[in-house]
């Protein structure tokens, strides 16, 4: 049976820090719908170009927009057979609904929900102060992830950019949008009981160890 793990938290919370970290300790696949829709973005394909208006504003591209992409994806053989890591996905209670389903489907189950817990105050900084490759999408911040040469992707070369939605007008409804709508995920796993809360504003390395040590105790 293919096993999936869910990273939640906040937008800002280091789910695409510690996703890169753990995808590669645990040899998932990583699947993040924001860099789905980014690159389609770049590419501008019709999903990009739908994605667009909504992404701007800090707001949730619509759900069976959202559920028919990760079916896609989730169906391929890589992950049918080997699960992924999923960064962003679910965060709304119907696409919960309909992950269970596309697992039902190919014999896969969600293994646990690591939630990395951040409060407020600390996202808006960390989303500010965000650097990000363009082409990799791995995040940076001058403070507490630097990269080995400033304004450079350590894995690439390429030059960092600053994500649009990282204004901090938008930074706001990102976090207003994930506390209607995500949050109540929270709950929607805990009652599965597959949530494991990690203290998300201890160092990078700690969040990690913690999260590490959370999802092979289920393995
Ligand atoms: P998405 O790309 O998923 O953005 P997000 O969920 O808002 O999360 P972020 O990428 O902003 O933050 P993160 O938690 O990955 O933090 P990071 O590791 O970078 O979604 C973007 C948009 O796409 C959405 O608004 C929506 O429009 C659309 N979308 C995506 N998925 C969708 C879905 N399922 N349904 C509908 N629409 C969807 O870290 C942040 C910063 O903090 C970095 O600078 C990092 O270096 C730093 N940092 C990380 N960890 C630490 C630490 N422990 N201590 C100090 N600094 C840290």
């Known amino acids: 049976?293919?096993?999936?793990?869910?990273?939640?938290?906040?937008?800002?919370?280091?789910?695409?820090?510690?996703?890169?970290?753990?995808?590669?300790?645990?040899?998932?696949?990583?699947?993040s719908t924001g860099d789905i829709f980014r690159e389609n973005l770049r590419?501008?394909?019709?999903?990009?170009?739908?994605?667009k208006g909504y992404m701007a504003k800090g707001e949730l591209v619509p759900d069976d927009v959202t559920n028919e992409m990760v079916r896609d994806r989730i169906s391929r053989e890589d992950t049918r057979e080997g699960g992924a890591l999923l960064d962003g996905y679910p965060r709304t209670p119907d696409q919960?609904?309909?992950?269970?389903?596309?697992?039902?489907?190919?014999?896969?189950?969600?293994?646990?929900?690591?939630?990395?817990?951040?409060?407020?105050?600390?996202?808006?900084?960390?989303?500010?102060?965000?650097?990000t490759c363009p082409v990799c999408s791995t995040p940076y911040h001058p403070v507490s992830k630097p990269p080995k040469v400033a304004g450079i992707c350590d894995h690439d070369g390429a030059a960092l950019v600053q994500r649009e939605d990282d204004k901090p007008a938008t930074v706001k409804n990102r976090i207003?949008?994930?506390?209607?709508?995500?949050?109540?995920?929270?709950?929607?796993?805990?009652?599965?009981?597959?949530?494991?809360?990690?203290?998300?504003?201890?160092d990078i390395d700690q969040v990690s160890a913690d999260l590490l040590r959370a999802i092979k105790a289920r393995m």
């Open 176 to 202: 207003d949008v994930y506390m209607e709508n995500t949050a109540p995920l929270i709950d929607f796993y805990q009652k599965q009981n597959i949530l494991v809360e990690v203290d998300g504003t201890q």
């Open 43 to 51: 590419n501008e394909t019709e999903l990009g170009l739908l994605a």
């Open 96 to 131: 919960a609904q309909a992950l269970a389903a596309m697992l039902e489907d190919i014999d896969g189950k969600v293994l646990c929900v690591p939630y990395i817990a951040v409060p407020a105050s600390v996202l808006v900084e960390r989303l500010s102060g965000r650097w």
């Open 1 to 31: 049976m293919a096993n999936f793990i869910v990273l939640l938290g906040p937008p800002g919370a280091g789910k695409g820090t510690q996703a890169e970290i753990l995808s590669e300790n645990l040899n998932l696949v990583h699947i």
